[in-house]
């Protein structure tokens, strides 16, 4: 199975290095000097990482073959593909690719039926499930211990405690003003 796991982004000096958007949570593994990754499009690819490393918070790769700026700058939205095995689990335990909250089925905590994921959005603040329900319509769940109780890998299923509102329009409306016959304008 192929997993993008970064975005070329621009030429950083005259070396050859590329600043890249990391977009796996393992960039330590998949990332690391040596590793082959396949590439969208394919014509700039495969490129293997020679060496990488931090500069003001961003990551930083040179891939060998590509000694100067001119190289690295054609790189540039170049997609970074990783081939792995399907049944690989994250390190971590609580931890899941993409592809196994694909398709899980959503229900609340009495077991109601919300939808399916269709797609995982990863946000810089979290990461949302792109839910499907039966009538077509899409709703977006935080992917967030508080409202994701439960994720079952054997039955095909993630189980929510959705705040108000969050799936449904019984929304809680909170005011931070009291009502009073008072109204100043």
Not at 55 to 80: I, K, P, Q, W, Y
Not at 87 to 92: F, M, N, R
Not at 146 to 151: A, D, K, L, R, Y
Request: aromatic share 2%; net charge negative.
């Amino acid at each position: 199975m192929q997993l993008v796991v970064a975005r070329i982004g621009r030429a950083h000096g005259i070396k050859g290095e590329v600043t890249v958007e990391v977009r796996t949570d393992e960039p330590e593994r998949r990332l690391a000097p040596g590793a082959v990754l396949a590439t969208e499009p394919a014509s700039t690819g495969p490129l293997t990482i020679e060496s990488g490393r931090v500069h003001s918070g961003r990551l930083l790769l040179r891939f060998e073959g590509v000694a100067d700026r001119t190289a690295a700058e054609a790189l540039r939205n170049t997609l970074l593909i990783a081939e792995i095995d399907p049944d690989e689990l994250p390190e971590e335990e609580d931890e899941y690719y993409d592809h196994q909250l694909i398709d899980l089925d959503v229900v609340t905590e009495d077991g109601t039926e919300v939808g399916r994921i269709t797609e995982i959005s990863h946000l810089p603040s979290q990461d949302l499930f792109i839910v499907e329900r039966s009538d077509g319509s899409e709703v977006m769940i935080p992917f967030v211990e508080e409202i994701v109780t439960e994720i079952d890998l054997a039955e095909q299923k993630a189980v929510i405690a959705p705040p108000p509102g969050l799936i449904d329009d019984r929304a809680e409306i909170a005011s931070s003003r009291e009502e009073s016959g008072d109204d100043k304008a």
